[in-house]
């Protein structure tokens, strides 16, 4: 549980510092906290389904604190979520250029439904080439930004663990990390 | 068969959160801006009551350079500023005092005066706290909210210009749409040829133009001012500056670009405005915001 509260906690100070953060330097080159965290959940979370609610809950926060569409977000992060998942299975993530190239892409993809969702719900203009001009560093910076940020992740999710159970794990490093 | 079993209950959660999510969008476009006003309460609000101190004590380092670094910056060139400025005052004054003279001549002073007092509207300066986290939306956290006499709805300046809408607000803080959303539309008028059309956002730092070919005339450099035909924002409020103008060819709309008389990249006061356009107080009255949606034009795109 105390996992969970503090995953939730730190998920709902990201967007906290990237909107303080955003009145210095244009949000693009600002990496997505709240993504990279729900990336990581996806890569090292137990639980599927605990993740998704807790995936589901990091992106109902954002939804509050952004302009976008009530649920906007929600979806995307349970989409990032799902992707997360099935990438940590199906594909070989381990190591910084493969995890980097993976949120590359998560984050074009997300940033493109977000576009569509807007377009389709609320009637924008969808995605344009000023929105694709900005995408590109902010992809750039989420790639470089994810290995620090799925260590992050597995760090407080191993030692919150340890925290709940009252047992110390061992930790077992192998050669290639999964994250 | 037991693979199956095991999966059943986690895609039943991914069904009933994507519903869930996807209900919710439905619903908050149902109600933006109209339809049951957005006063965020319980934990909702609280995020947001939570946000807004935490946004201001992360920025106040930041502030604080930047502000000392602005202040000896403007202070090198700040005797030129002020000698340029001088004389800018003294034209301005001579131009005021004709203007004056010219109206009283024709007997319109007085009902000015009167006119302006119905208009004019308590302003609640408010500071701007933290930006939208996502860099695909441009909404604003400001630190006034419902004790303050904040409401959604209301429309917020600065000393520039139009800044945007209240969209939804808790007890201490107020999240407000700019101009620059993309979901953003302003009726408006050209001040030089009083031509008008909708002021559209594109989540960029321009705007768009729409108006009709056929007896418009806007021209590069005319100022685009708020018509308050929607409803929703007062009349001759600043928007933007025509930047370019499209070729229309055969077309019936033309669109040009704009650039906002706000700098959104360096803004930190703001006012809200404490009134609400007629339309915005018909919408969130509630019962009849069914009736009156298609008055709904200006605010958010229909």
């Given at each position: 549980?105390?996992?969970?509260?503090?995953?939730?906690?730190?998920?709902?100070?990201?967007?906290?510092?990237?909107?303080?953060?955003?009145?210095f330097?244009?949000?693009?080159?600002?990496?997505?906290?709240?993504?990279?965290?729900?990336?990581?959940?996806?890569?090292?979370?137990?639980?599927?389904?605990g993740?998704?609610?807790?995936?589901?809950?990091?992106?109902?926060?954002?939804?509050?604190?952004?302009?976008?569409?009530?649920?906007?977000?929600?979806?995307?992060?349970?989409?990032?979520?799902?992707?997360?998942?099935a990438?940590?299975?199906?594909?070989?993530?381990?190591?910084?250029?493969?995890?980097?190239?993976?949120?590359?892409?998560?984050?074009?993809?997300?940033?493109?439904?977000?576009?569509?969702?807007t377009?389709?719900?609320?009637?924008?203009?969808?995605?344009?080439?000023?929105?694709?001009?900005?995408?590109?560093?902010?992809?750039?910076?989420?790639?470089?930004?994810?290995?620090?940020?799925?260590?992050?992740?597995?760090?407080?999710?191993?030692?919150?663990?340890?925290?709940d159970?009252?047992?110390?794990?061992?930790?077992?490093?192998?050669?290639?990390?999964?994250? | 068969?037991?693979?199956?079993?095991?999966?059943?209950?986690?895609?039943?959660?991914?069904?009933?959160?994507?519903?869930?999510?996807?209900?919710?969008?439905?619903?908050?476009?149902?109600?933006?801006p109209?339809?049951?006003?957005?006063?965020?309460?319980?934990?909702?609000?609280?995020?947001?009551?939570?946000?807004?101190?935490?946004?201001?004590?992360?920025?106040?380092?930041?502030?604080?350079?930047?502000?000392?670094?602005?202040?000896?910056?403007?202070?090198?060139?700040?005797?030129?500023?002020?000698?340029?400025?001088?004389?800018?005052?003294a034209?301005?004054?001579?131009?005021?005092?004709q203007?004056?003279?010219?109206?009283?001549?024709?007997?319109?002073?007085?009902?000015?005066?009167?006119?302006?007092?119905?208009?004019?509207?308590?302003?609640l300066?408010?500071?701007?706290?933290?930006?939208?986290?996502?860099?695909?939306?441009?909404?604003?956290?400001?630190?006034?909210?419902?004790?303050?006499?904040v409401?959604?709805?209301m429309?917020?300046?600065?000393?520039h210009?139009?800044?945007?809408?209240?969209?939804?607000?808790?007890?201490?803080?107020?999240?407000?749409?700019?101009?620059?959303?993309?979901?953003?539309?302003?009726?408006?008028?050209?001040?030089?040829?009083?031509?008008?059309?909708?002021?559209?956002?594109?989540?960029?730092?321009?705007?768009?133009?729409?108006?009709?070919?056929?007896?418009?005339?806007?021209?590069?450099?005319?100022?685009?001012?708020?018509?308050?035909?929607?409803?929703?924002?007062?009349?001759?409020?600043?928007?933007?500056?025509?930047?370019?103008?499209?070729?229309?060819g055969?077309?019936?709309?033309?669109?040009?670009?704009?650039?906002?008389a706000?700098?959104?990249?360096?803004?930190?006061?703001?006012?809200?405005?404490?009134?609400?356009?007629?339309?915005?107080?018909?919408?969130?009255?509630?019962?009849?915001?069914?009736?009156?949606?298609?008055?709904?034009?200006?605010?958010?795109?229909?």
């Amino acid at each position: 549980m105390k996992r969970v509260l503090a995953l939730l906690a730190l998920g709902g100070l990201a967007p906290m510092i990237q909107g303080a953060v955003g009145t210095f330097i244009p949000l693009y080159y600002c990496p997505d906290f709240g993504l990279l965290l729900v990336v990581g959940l996806g890569l090292c979370w137990r639980s599927t389904a605990g993740g998704l609610v807790l995936s589901a809950a990091l992106g109902l926060i954002a939804d509050l604190l952004s302009g976008s569409l009530f649920g906007q977000h929600m979806l995307l992060r349970i989409f990032a979520f799902g992707a997360a998942r099935a990438g940590s299975q199906q594909l070989n993530l381990r190591g910084v250029i493969p995890q980097a190239i993976f949120v590359c892409v998560l984050t074009v993809v997300t940033t493109l439904g977000s576009g569509m969702l807007t377009w389709f719900f609320a009637a924008g203009p969808g995605v344009n080439g000023e929105m694709l001009r900005e995408l590109i560093p902010h992809a750039l910076i989420n790639g470089a930004f994810a290995p620090w940020g799925f260590s992050l992740v597995e760090r407080i999710s191993s030692w919150l663990s340890e925290v709940d159970s009252g047992h110390q794990l061992l930790h077992i490093r192998p050669r290639n990390r999964l994250i | 068969m037991a693979e199956f079993r095991n999966r059943t209950p986690v895609t039943a959660l991914v069904v009933g959160l994507v519903g869930f999510a996807v209900v919710a969008m439905v619903v908050d476009r149902r109600s933006a801006p109209g339809g049951p006003e957005r006063e965020l309460s319980g934990w909702t609000g609280a995020i947001l009551d939570i946000a807004a101190p935490v946004q201001k004590m992360i920025s106040f380092p930041f502030d604080l350079t930047q502000n000392a670094w602005r202040h000896y910056v403007s202070l090198l060139d700040a005797s030129d500023n002020n000698d340029g400025l001088r004389a800018r005052l003294a034209a301005l004054e001579e131009e005021n005092l004709q203007l004056r003279e010219a109206l009283i001549a024709s007997g319109r002073l007085a009902r000015i005066a009167e006119i302006r007092a119905d208009f004019e509207v308590p302003m609640l300066p408010s500071e701007l706290v933290g930006v939208d986290p996502s860099p695909w939306f441009r909404s604003v956290l400001v630190d006034r909210g419902r004790e303050h006499g904040v409401h959604s709805g209301m429309p917020v300046i600065s000393e520039h210009g139009l800044v945007g809408l209240v969209t939804a607000t808790s007890v201490r803080a107020s999240k407000t749409m700019l101009v620059l959303d993309r979901q953003s539309a302003v009726d408006g008028i050209i001040q030089r040829s009083r031509s008008r059309g909708i002021v559209r956002g594109r989540g960029t730092s321009e705007m768009d133009f729409e108006f009709v070919v056929r007896g418009s005339d806007v021209r590069i450099g005319d100022v685009v001012i708020s018509s308050g035909l929607g409803g929703v924002y007062p009349k001759g409020i600043r928007i933007a500056e025509v930047v370019s103008v499209s070729d229309p060819g055969s077309a019936l709309m033309q669109t040009a670009k704009l650039l906002p008389a706000v700098d959104f990249g360096r803004l930190e006061q703001v006012f809200v405005m404490l009134w609400r356009g007629p339309t915005m107080e018909l919408l969130y009255a509630g019962e009849q915001a069914g009736d009156l949606g298609v008055m709904a034009s200006e605010g958010a795109k229909p």
